[in-house]
């Protein structure tokens, strides 16, 4: 075989054999996943839509370590998330997943910065670094001049870039959304979407967006369908999205502009980042 370059192959990230999840309420037996099989390759933009109740948010919860089956495996990045004791489990969430919910899950009494800083105050990062990274993704959600703005001072789009800075800011590579839209209107639902397309098409980051909004379900690259806790269909669509790109007055519009990098190597999105927006160290705030 010809020996091509071999950029941009295709690798499987998430695979899932057999999955299952019971959840007992008192008496009653509720079989939330009913044997799931499921490949996701690296750098896909996927959504998946269904009924409510029909096991969605289990799904991600259980890809991103939050919950853990009543049976099958599932293997994330190499690491089979079966063989993880809890402390292990809670650094692989920690280190290699961004969640996006609903409801934003913000911290109320801080600052859009401060938000963004907190997944790397847990992994360990110096201040500095913090409010650099923070600082540099914050911009390029498109919220460089909402910094200092508490979450109620935020409209709910604004609210969730915030939470999609904060999820993808330690350099994690998978992005878990729930229902990231279903709190919006139509335009900022929109704006939200084409982020994360944009995130997903410039930095290579995997999204599974789980969606019943048949309008934020058509925009993966391919959907499935859940139903009673099974995948009853899937949709695959070709890239044809790369209109979004290049609107004019898009949120993370900067990082399709030829100015930032089109790093997709595993390490160092947010120092190539820093590097391209040049932080002005001096700028850096000191807080009391
Ligand atoms: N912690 C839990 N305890 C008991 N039942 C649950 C729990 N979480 C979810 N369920 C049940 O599992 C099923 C699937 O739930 P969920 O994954 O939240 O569905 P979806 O996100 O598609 O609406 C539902 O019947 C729900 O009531
Ligand atoms: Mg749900």
Redesign the pocket.
Known sequence: MHGKTRKMSANTLIRIEGLHKTYHRGQETVEALRGIDLMVEEGEFLTVMGPSGCG??TLLHIIGGIDRPTAGRVVVDGVDLGSLDEEALTRFRREKVGFVFQFYNLLPTLTALQNVELPLIALGYPRVARRTMARAVLEMVGLGDRLHHKPAELSGGQQQRVAIARAIVANRRLILA??PTGDLDSVSSRQVVDLMWNLNQSLGLTFII?THDPAVGERGTRTIYLQDGRVVGEERRGMLQATEVRGGALPGRAVCSPAVPHSTSSSGIVLTLVGALRVDQSREEVDG
């Open positions: 969605k948010s729930d229902e789980v």
